[in-house]
């Protein structure tokens, strides 16, 4: 895999920094985002594939980027598909900061000591280049404003964006929520990324070990027979997309 690409983990991080507190929003759902970034990332490079709800290797050839051909090591000695919101849901201790490790090695930030309350040391990570930031933005900017169906990678970040929240983030205010709702629906163009956004938020509500059911239970009943109402569908949910049986291939790049 040349490094004259951005890989979506990066471009989420990249995303995900505050250009003037140098810190990172939606840090505890960021770590599942990375994490299910790498996924997609893997799935380009034709690396593994989706099997329903759940990731195979198809290639165990390494991609040449240490921190994606750790993941893929890790996931090969599993020995058989293991399920997205698993995986996504499992330990990864670290993984915000070796992404932006990586991203100050490569020059794209550089990093500012300083303390909180005077007394604990805190790091925050400036960009070096805004262009940068400002490209990626403008990709999905564009995908939101025209309609036009973006690439598979637009798509998947746009989808891992909404998946941890940045959504209100990138587009504050009721003035953004229009713009809010056409990001989450650019997960439309990405079958990998809705499967990886859709084990995020997944993760994120606490139903990573609960297994599928065919059908929710009837709702009990209240007072006089009747049913409580619903709760309104969350207008920021990613639609859920039909899930294959099969082996999907990935798009090998």
Not at 30 to 40: F, I, P, S
């Amino acid at each position: 895999m040349g490094r004259s690409r951005r890989t979506i983990p990066e471009e989420l991080l990249l995303l995900a920094l505050d250009p003037a507190t140098g810190t990172t929003a939606q840090p505890q759902s960021l770590d599942l985002g990375l994490a299910g970034a790498q996924l997609v990332e893997l799935a380009l490079a034709g690396r593994i594939a989706p099997d329903g709800d759940r990731i195979a290797v198809v290639m165990p050839r390494p991609t040449g980027d240490p921190t994606l051909d750790s993941a893929l090591e890790l996931l090969r000695r599993r020995g058989s598909p293991v399920r997205a919101v698993h995986w996504i849901g499992g330990p990864r201790l670290g993984l915000r900061q070796i992404y932006l490790s990586h991203l100050e090695r490569c020059g794209m930030v550089h990093a500012v000591a300083g303390q909180m309350c005077g007394v604990l040391p805190t790091t925050r990570y400036q960009a070096t280049d805004t262009a940068i930031s400002r490209d990626i933005r403008a990709r999905l900017d564009s995908a939101i404003r025209t309609g036009v169906p973006p690439d598979p990678r637009t798509a998947a970040l746009a989808a891992l964006a909404h998946a941890v929240g940045l959504g209100k983030h990138l587009y504050p205010g009721n003035e953004g929520r229009s713009s809010r709702s056409r990001l989450r629906d650019l997960i439309r163009h990405d079958p990998m990324g809705g499967l990886v956004a859709h084990a995020v938020m997944d993760v994120q509500n606490g139903v990573a070990a609960q297994p599928r059911r065919s059908a929710a239970p009837a709702a009990p009943t209240g007072a006089g027979g009747r049913q409580p109402a619903r709760a309104a569908a969350d207008p920021d949910r990613i639609p859920m997309q039909p899930r294959r049986g099969s082996m999907a291939r990935a798009v090998a790049h």
